[in-house]
């Protein structure tokens, strides 16, 4: 089947502005994402299996729904990074581990809440970039991860952080 490439360099315009987005540099930060991507589908693959305690049962539950959802996140990052002509990488962000589940549910909290972030500057540099069918999925990640972050904030009687 035909691939839709785009493998034009990035107008000199734009690479000679300092600090303007260009393509590479857009590849290089969805490899970041998609790293984040696989770090989390690790993490709540696990996480989701090793939590004990009664009090936890509810989210132990709800980390495995994340874990399905970070994989069909990290199916769409890849996408984009091929259809932008670049390589996805293959390597996670590394994954803390404890035995303890609330620090299990900080770990993911804190990954959240940098995934976020992270995504929130994506939307805006696709755009910069013309890419608005792009920033579209992102934003639908995005709407995701913010879910993720409230399931996580909720499970330990904390107020959502403020990114
Ligand atoms: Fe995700
Ligand atoms: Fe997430």
Redesign the pocket.
């Known amino acids: 089947m035909a691939k839709k490439k785009s493998r034009e360099p990035s107008p000199p315009s734009a690479a000679a502005k300092d600090g303007a987005m260009t393509r590479d540099r857009l590849i290089e930060l969805l490899n970041e994402d998609l790293a984040r991507e696989f770090q989390?589908i690790i993490a709540y693959v696990v996480y989701s299996q090793v939590i004990k305690g009664a009090a936890y049962m509810a989210i132990a539950k709800e980390l495995e729904v994340?874990a399905g959802?970070?994989l069909s996140?990290a199916l769409v990052i890849a996408k984009q990074i091929d259809y932008l002509g670049g390589q996805p990488t293959v390597q996670p962000k590394p994954v803390k581990t404890s035995d303890k589940a609330e620090a299990m549910l900080r770990f993911d909290l804190q990954n959240?809440t940098d995934?976020i972030r992270a995504y929130r500057d994506r939307v805006r540099q696709c755009e910069e970039l013309g890419e608005f069918a792009m920033a579209e999925h992102i934003r639908e990640i995005l709407m995701?991860?913010q879910e993720?972050q409230i399931d996580l904030a909720t499970a330990l009687s904390e107020d959502v952080p403020r990114t």
């Open positions: 989390a994340h959802e970070e996140h959240e995934t995701d991860e993720h």
